[in-house]
């Protein structure tokens, strides 16, 4: 045995240890081997399952213990046990009193396990009443009713042996009428670590405290130069107020030298809060949002907390490192995503917090890897992985924990936390008895794991990711109560990956089948990374006829990271919620420029020009388009003497183009016109416009016609007007009273000669009208929003 007290690199503390704890076990084989030849003895198996249902009386009474100080005990403490007891009984408990018992030493960590697990009173293994002075007792506690104790014993008097961990037990023992005689009626179990003296050595502890949220904000931004951005809720806002999980995660952290995990995503959210931002409402409302001291207070408060301290970024919105890696690959761009997520991240860092972070650690979910997942989080720049022991397993045999570094090739290396540590401070801990057991457990694990052996070990704990208040002040308890004991040092993430490897820890990638049911359920779908794929597609369109890319691409390339996330985990419906927002939101700001419909047209003559018109309602100016027109029918009309015709569009925010094409028809007859925008790299931008010409050419033999309708109306006109000149002349010479006929003749026609034919004529002899009939109509208005009006003409 590896711990045999001669045994080089084994010191005689722990080589003692070993041999007592070999004897104890020895000393118990022959007992478990006369269990298992006992009449009706089937295993020893059986007999350890059966005895709690034997003393199931013992679960009468609930014994929650709220306090235990100090958790880690010295020489010369006084421990003090409190909390309540609770008769959940249907009958009376009388004479009771509570009890401390001081449990056997616990010597391994499995032990410790087994023993948190187990409940009801089990006689031997419980220990025995400390008696004396050191209980409280209770004359008569009624069905339903709780009352409190308090128990406080001198450290000497406990009568501790070796260094180790304890089983203490609180127990509760009284009678009832249906059994008249004094029996254990509820017991509580916790541990107390006890090492007095400075271990040597002293194990290498990293704690990640980790910055997490859900996703808050969305891809929507205002109109005006500051983009004021839109929350989904105010759920931000809460979990930053003070008594908030993110305002105590802060206050709590800010005392403990624990290495900071921080989603820059959270950062870059709060940083938001700080000056004018909106918070969607009912169906497309939004109110102004209200927080922003909040947001300030709780980042001064963090950049003071981390200040000195070691700081690791996730990617930007923590993507899911397992789902893409399971269901993304194999759509194109989904990797270019975690890239670009990578990339911002140390910058949104540095611009809110003003310090340096480590972005080498990629964290899959739970620390669970395998092949494809270590592939994908390495892809992005990081060369380390955190995973965790119950997913990358020992198979070597090791009685100890090994450190926590192990290189797994490729330059990588898997800084592999415990998994027990990591997973003390899980579940409801919002009672104080809850927090209470899970703070004694965290502690007795790390000074088991410590006693194992003497070699000096880095470890690391990694919780998870979004702990509640409860959990968060559990895990100040602890580190509190850990960080002032006398067998652990605390040591950064970065100084643990670096630690020397263990060369029999196990550095083999478990397989993909390995990967645990429970959490593949909660992955994100392949076609929630084929959607992401399409946004992009549309987002790579859109920016390019922009004037100023980063008023979108940015909004939106941080919006795509956020449809990743690890939040979404479990969370199917809101996921989908938010990945159709975002593309919806991107879908309305492109169909802001577009062109406007045109109703059918009339073409009359051999050529003439088309309008067609470019509407933009964005803030910006648009750039880099070009519109064509095509003729579906070229032998009829032509566009720019070919089938289509291009020009390049440029129009600024808030305006609309008119741009013309000339056309020819060689064919009387119906031809239907398509206007297109496009990219300057030949993609189709936003919905085509479709509107039929209609050729409607004049013949020679009709003007021929028409000339000579006009000619005869001419003649027609100076025939009449000689045969009056000449009847008037006739009329005066035969009276000689020239002056009164033309008296006469001016009264009835005051009017001179070019005026009378004028009017027989029908024509207008002033030339001073500048509009004159024959002025063709004027071009349609360059700001014309709307459709053209049915049957429309075009210029000639």
Do not use: C
């Amino acid at each position: 045995m590896a711990e045999a007290a001669d045994f080089q690199g084994t010191s005689p503390s722990p080589a003692r240890r070993w041999l007592r704890r070999t004897a104890s076990l020895l000393a118990g084989a022959p007992l478990l081997a006369g269990l298992l030849q006992l009449p009706g003895a089937q295993s020893a198996g059986a007999a350890l399952q059966d005895a709690p249902e034997k003393a199931s009386g013992s679960r009468t009474v609930a014994v929650a213990v709220d306090s235990l100080s100090p958790g880690v005990l010295g020489d010369g403490d006084t421990l003090t046990v409190s909390g309540t007891v609770t008769n959940n009984g249907e009958q009376a408990v009388t004479d009771a009193r509570v009890d401390l018992r001081l449990g056997p030493e616990l010597t391994t960590r499995s032990v410790i396990d087994s023993a948190a697990e187990r409940t009801g009173y089990l006689p031997g293994t419980d220990g025995s009443a400390l008696g004396s002075k050191y209980v409280t007792k209770i004359d008569k506690l009624a069905p339903g009713v709780a009352r409190h104790f308090s128990i406080s014993v001198p450290a000497d008097k406990l009568h501790l042996g070796d260094d180790g961990v304890y089983q203490l037990g609180v127990s509760l023992s009284g009678s009832t009428a249906a059994q008249s005689w004094e029996h254990v009626l509820g017991i509580q179990r916790t541990f107390l670590p006890w090492q007095p003296e400075e271990a040597e050595p002293r194990t290498k502890t990293t704690f990640l405290w980790p910055l997490v949220s859900t996703i808050h904000m969305t891809a929507e931004t205002g109109p005006g130069e500051q983009q004021t951005p839109v929350f989904l809720d105010d759920d931000l806002a809460q979990e930053i107020s003070p008594g908030g999980r993110l305002d105590q995660l802060v206050s709590l952290g800010r005392g403990l030298d624990v290495t900071w995990v921080v989603d820059p995503d959270l950062l870059a959210s709060v940083d938001a809060m700080t000056g004018s931002y909106r918070v969607r409402g009912d169906g497309d409302t939004t109110t102004a949002g209200t927080h922003q001291a909040v947001a300030k207070q709780w980042l001064a408060q963090l950049q003071q907390a981390v200040a000195e301290k070691e700081v690791v970024a996730l990617p930007f919105a923590d993507p899911d490192l397992a789902s893409l890696a399971h269901n993304g690959t194999s759509v194109t761009g989904s990797l270019s995503q975690l890239k670009a997520a990578s990339d911002v991240a140390a910058t949104t860092v540095q611009t809110v917090l003003h310090v340096s972070p480590s972005t080498d650690f990629a964290w899959p979910v739970e620390g669970a890897v395998d092949p494809s997942i270590v592939k994908v989080a390495t892809s992005a720049g990081a060369d380390k992985v955190i995973a965790r022991s119950d997913s990358l397993k020992e198979n070597g045999g090791l009685w100890y924990t090994p450190s926590a570094a192990r290189p797994i090739g490729g330059g990588t290396t898997a800084v592999v936390a415990d998994a027990g540590l990591s997973t003390a401070f899980q579940g409801d801990l919002t009672k104080a008895s809850s927090a209470t057991l899970a703070v004694q457990r965290f502690l007795a694990q790390s000074l088991e794991l410590n006693l194992q052996t003497s070699k000096q070990r880095s470890i690391v704990v990694a919780p998870q990711r979004m702990p509640t208040s409860g959990q968060a002040q559990a895990m100040a308890s602890a580190l509190t109560a850990l960080q002032g004991g006398t067998w652990s040092q605390a040591q950064q993430l970065t100084a643990a990956a670096r630690a020397k490897p263990d060369p029999d820890a196990t550095t083999k990638i478990p397989s993909a089948s390995s990967y645990r049911s429970a959490l593949r359920r909660q992955q994100l779908p392949r076609s929630a990374f084929q959607q992401i794929a399409t946004t992009q597609d549309k987002l790579d369109n859109f920016q390019v006829v922009l004037t100023d890319e980063s008023r979108v691409a940015t909004p939106f390339g941080r919006a795509m990271n956020r449809e990743m996330s690890t939040s979404w985990r479990g969370r199917a419906a809101p996921a989908s919620t938010f990945r159709q927002d975002v593309e919806g939101h991107l879908a309305t700001l492109s169909d802001q420029v577009r062109l406007i419909e045109k109703s059918d047209t009339k073409l009359s003559g051999r050529s003439a020009t088309i309008p067609v018109t470019v509407q933009n309602n964005l803030v910006q100016g648009v750039d880099h388009l070009v519109l064509r027109l095509t003729s579906t029918n070229s032998t009829r009309l032509k566009i720019g003497g070919k089938t289509f015709d291009e020009q390049p569009i440029a129009v600024s925010g808030g305006h609309s183009q008119t741009v013309k094409f000339t056309t020819s028809a060689n064919v009387n007859g119906q031809t239907t016109v398509v206007a297109q925008l496009y990219t300057q790299d030949g993609r189709t931008y936003g919905a085509p416009v479709t509107f039929d010409v209609k050729v409607t050419e004049i013949t020679a033999a009709v003007m021929l016609v028409i000339g000579g309708g006009v000619l005869l109306l001419v003649l027609a006109g100076f025939r009449m007007y000689t045969q009056r000149k000449r009847a008037a002349a006739r009329t005066a010479g035969d009276d000689g009273s020239d002056g009164a006929h033309e008296t006469e003749g001016d009264a009835e026609n005051p009017q001179g000669p070019a005026e009378r034919l004028s009017e027989q004529s029908g024509t207008d002899a002033r030339t001073d009208d500048p509009q004159q009939p024959s002025d063709p109509a004027p071009d349609t208005a360059a700001e014309n929003t709307g459709p053209s009006g049915t049957g429309e003409r075009v210029d000639r």
